[in-house]
């Protein structure tokens, strides 16, 4: 409902500017200062007086003196209080936000017809995934879920490295060492188990004598060629490493949960000659030059001073190379194509958004959107030595000490539905990888994190357990009204409290935030809305009774109420990648 208000307000608006004969460019439709009751208001008074030639509070005046309501279903009324013109809602405007969240698929947008695959995660598969690199999948995960509400057809992609060094050096590593060689796996996991490979053929490299690490680099080079020739024999050797240490990150990711439509080889844009495409028309540009024995684009046009290398002096293409024709192939098969990175590769993707350009590609299509790291305090976690910390390890810990934390509250707990421990073992994971995205995900991307354990799995404070905790109430009030007899009704004429008002303003405001969200790829900015949503809706719990009501009329419609408050922080969880329990 708030975007049908919100457009009957930028019309109102934009019809008095005309009638006034004042330009309607900028019509400066925004949230109100707090001591402001109203819904919207406009600031364009400002923004007219000089050309008007009056003071702002006098213009706002004459242009809310032009609003004419006739034909507005949500605008009850308009005012004017110092420079800004005031916008308050009806009562249709509650009705039908009341009427519209009690459908299950509440805060879901029109579909727009557009096809968009978001990339995220792809980290190298040479083991497993460390926590450090844990946003990329969580916030990734969620850009693809908000778009998707938003009403676009989303898929996921992960693009495997399996053409560079590394997977080179793993290939080599594997097929030369003895298992006997190598200590015992963290877990009994093919990343785990493989990963084992890649760290002794590194020590190799970096310690052994001079010759024998000139055998092993040539025995490198020999396969990174073979991959570049299109031998398929190479490739096999290649696919044998990744595949298995793949299986085995999925299995990680799978628990957050990140999972993906398509996982995208870097060799299949070798094998069907993409890659060897996308050089020749590379040299062919204006902007290629051959320097320091290899072929680069200089791109200072576009203010980039660093060179872009393509094709190194043996002929091979680079990531960013084949990365080209990759992006290339998403623009042919999609409308818009997102990928979701490391700070640390801001100034690759700004050379990719560049070569695109040069080879002639609508990079309007392309938004590419940066991470920041995640860190863990100083002794939050034991690890073991010389392997840092897993996601696995984060996830283990998070859910041992959530299911430490339902255990304690066990006696406090207000419903008399038993849990077994089948219950506890499910409300423990819901809640400890809730905490764990949420505490991720709720902080803007840009700006590091550090997680901590107290914060993030606190039940009263802002954190994952505390929205949660708000759609097991409503499931709650739910059982125990239908036990009583009491059916959800949707009369808002008997919802008059200030606290029932701010619950259905709140939801009425749900799908907007869904689509500003979407629009600048900010999932934090639901998880701040599911933040001040459980306040709003608590503070509604505390202050009006549904299962004792005065009246049954007030209870059948507090009830709606409910239930259109239990779909809103649902979806908003659902946004977020997290599970809603239905009991805590």
Same mark, same amino acid.
């Given at each position: 409902?708030f975007?049908?208000?919100?457009s009957?307000?930028e019309?109102?608006?934009?019809?008095?500017?005309?009638?006034?004969d004042?330009p309607t460019d900028?019509?400066?439709?925004?949230?109100?200062?707090?001591?402001?009751?109203?819904?919207?208001?406009?600031?364009?008074?400002f923004?007219?007086?000089g050309?008007?030639?009056?003071?702002?509070?006098a213009?706002a005046?004459?242009?809310?003196?032009?609003?004419?309501?006739?034909?507005?279903?949500y605008?009850?009324?308009v005012?004017?209080q110092?420079?800004?013109?005031?916008?308050?809602?009806?009562e249709?405007?509650?009705?039908?936000?009341?009427d519209a969240?009690?459908?299950?698929?509440?805060?879901?947008?029109?579909?727009?017809g557009?096809?968009?695959?978001?990339?995220?995660t792809?980290?190298?598969?040479?083991?497993p995934?460390?926590?450090?690199?844990?946003?990329?999948?969580?916030f990734?995960d969620?850009?693809?879920?908000?778009l998707?509400?938003a009403?676009n057809?989303?898929?996921?992609?992960?693009y495997?490295?399996d053409?560079?060094?590394?997977?080179?050096?793993f290939?080599?590593?594997?097929?030369?060492?003895?298992?006997?060689d190598?200590?015992?796996?963290?877990?009994?996991?093919?990343?785990?188990?493989l990963?084992r490979?890649?760290r002794?053929?590194n020590?190799?490299?970096e310690?052994?004598?001079?010759e024998a690490?000139?055998?092993?680099e040539?025995?490198?080079?020999?396969i990174?060629?073979?991959?570049e020739?299109g031998?398929?024999?190479?490739?096999?050797r290649?696919?044998?490493?990744v595949?298995?240490?793949?299986?085995g990150?999925?299995?990680?990711?799978?628990?957050?949960?990140?999972?993906?439509?398509?996982?995208?080889?870097?060799t299949?844009?070798?094998?069907?000659?993409?890659?060897d495409?996308?050089?020749? /028309?590379?040299k062919?540009?204006?902007?290629a030059?051959y320097e320091?024995?290899a072929?680069?684009? %200089? &791109? =200072? #046009?576009y203010? @980039?001073e660093k060179?872009l290398?393509?094709?190194?002096s043996?002929d091979?293409?680079?990531y960013t190379?084949?990365?080209l024709?990759h992006?290339?192939?998403?623009?042919d098969?999609?409308?818009?194509?997102v990928?979701?990175?490391g700070?640390?590769?801001k100034?690759?993707a700004?050379?990719?958004?560049?070569?695109?350009?040069?080879l002639g590609?609508?990079?309007?299509?392309?938004?590419?959107?940066?991470?920041s790291?995640?860190?863990l305090?100083?002794?939050g976690?034991?690890?073991?030595e010389?392997t840092g910390?897993?996601?696995d390890?984060l996830?283990?810990?998070?859910v041992r /000490?959530a299911?430490?934390?339902?255990?304690?509250?066990l006696?406090?707990?207000?419903r008399?539905? %038993? &849990? =077994? #421990?089948?219950? @506890?073992?499910?409300?423990a994971r819901q809640v400890?990888?809730g905490?764990?995205?949420?505490?991720?995900?709720?902080?803007q991307?840009?700006k590091?994190?550090?997680?901590?354990?107290?914060?993030?799995?606190?039940?009263?404070a802002q954190?994952?357990?505390?929205?949660?905790?708000?759609h097991?109430?409503?499931?709650?009030i739910?059982?125990?009204a239908?036990?009583?007899?009491?059916?959800?009704a949707?009369?808002?004429?008997?919802?008059?409290t200030?606290?029932?008002?701010a619950l259905i303003?709140?939801?009425?405001?749900?799908p907007?935030?869904?689509?500003?969200?979407?629009?600048d790829l900010?999932?934090?900015?639901v998880?701040?809305?599911?933040?001040?949503?459980?306040e709003?809706?608590?503070?509604?719990?505390?202050?009006?009774?549904?299962?004792n009501?005065d009246?049954?009329?007030?209870?059948?419609a507090r009830?709606g109420?409910?239930?259109?408050?239990?779909?809103?922080?649902?979806n908003?969880?659902?946004?977020?990648?997290?599970e809603a329990?239905?009991s805590?």
């Amino acid at each position: 409902m708030f975007r049908a208000f919100r457009s009957e307000v930028e019309a109102a608006v934009e019809s008095a500017l005309s009638a006034l004969d004042l330009p309607t460019d900028d019509l400066g439709v925004e949230e109100p200062p707090e001591d402001m009751p109203a819904a919207l208001a406009s600031s364009v008074a400002f923004r007219l007086a000089g050309e008007v030639g009056a003071p702002p509070p006098a213009v706002a005046e004459d242009v809310a003196s032009e609003i004419d309501l006739d034909g507005y279903e949500y605008v009850d009324r308009v005012d004017a209080q110092g420079p800004y013109v005031n916008f308050y809602v009806s009562e249709a405007y509650y009705a039908d936000a009341l009427d519209a969240g009690r459908d299950a698929g509440y805060g879901e947008l029109p579909a727009t017809g557009k096809s968009v695959v978001v990339e995220h995660t792809s980290a190298n598969p040479t083991g497993p995934v460390h926590v450090g690199r844990a946003r990329n999948p969580i916030f990734g995960d969620a850009v693809a879920r908000l778009l998707e509400y938003a009403g676009n057809d989303v898929e996921t992609h992960y693009y495997v490295n399996d053409a560079g060094r590394q997977v080179a050096v793993f290939t080599w590593a594997y097929e030369t060492f003895d298992e006997s060689d190598l200590p015992d796996p963290e877990r009994d996991r093919a990343d785990y188990d493989l990963v084992r490979y890649y760290r002794k053929g590194n020590d190799f490299l970096e310690s052994d004598d001079d010759e024998a690490v000139a055998d092993a680099e040539a025995e490198i080079a020999e396969i990174m060629q073979g991959l570049e020739a299109g031998d398929e024999a190479t490739f096999e050797r290649v696919a044998t490493v990744v595949d298995q240490v793949l299986s085995g990150m999925r299995t990680s990711l799978e628990r957050l949960p990140a999972e993906f439509d398509r996982f995208v080889k870097e060799t299949e844009f070798i094998r069907n000659g993409d890659a060897d495409e996308v050089v020749t /028309r590379l040299k062919d540009s204006g902007a290629a030059v051959y320097e320091e024995d290899a072929w680069q684009l %200089d &791109l =200072s #046009e576009y203010g @980039i001073e660093k060179n872009l290398v393509f094709l190194r002096s043996d002929d091979t293409t680079l990531y960013t190379t084949r990365d080209l024709a990759h992006h290339e192939w998403k623009f042919d098969n999609y409308d818009e194509a997102v990928t979701v990175l490391g700070e640390d590769h801001k100034l690759q993707a700004e050379q990719l958004e560049a070569a695109l350009d040069v080879l002639g590609n609508e990079t309007d299509k392309l938004r590419q959107t940066f991470y920041s790291w995640v860190n863990l305090p100083e002794g939050g976690m034991s690890t073991r030595e010389g392997t840092g910390v897993d996601l696995d390890d984060l996830l283990d810990e998070s859910v041992r /000490r959530a299911r430490e934390e339902v255990e304690d509250r066990l006696d406090t707990r207000i419903r008399n539905d %038993d &849990l =077994s #421990e089948d219950d @506890i073992d499910r409300i423990a994971r819901q809640v400890g990888i809730g905490a764990v995205r949420y505490d991720i995900v709720s902080k803007q991307p840009t700006k590091g994190i550090t997680f901590e354990w107290e914060r993030a799995l606190d039940f009263e404070a802002q954190s994952a357990p505390y929205v949660q905790y708000v759609h097991a109430r409503c499931c709650g009030i739910e059982s125990e009204a239908a036990e009583a007899g009491i059916e959800p009704a949707a009369d808002v004429s008997v919802l008059t409290t200030d606290a029932e008002r701010a619950l259905i303003e709140a939801i009425a405001r749900f799908p907007a935030v869904i689509e500003r969200a979407a629009d600048d790829l900010e999932p934090h900015v639901v998880a701040t809305f599911a933040r001040d949503f459980a306040e709003t809706f608590n503070t509604f719990y505390r202050e009006c009774s549904v299962l004792n009501a005065d009246d049954e009329a007030v209870s059948a419609a507090r009830l709606g109420l409910v239930e259109a408050a239990r779909h809103t922080v649902a979806n908003a969880l659902d946004v977020l990648g997290i599970e809603a329990p239905e009991s805590m």
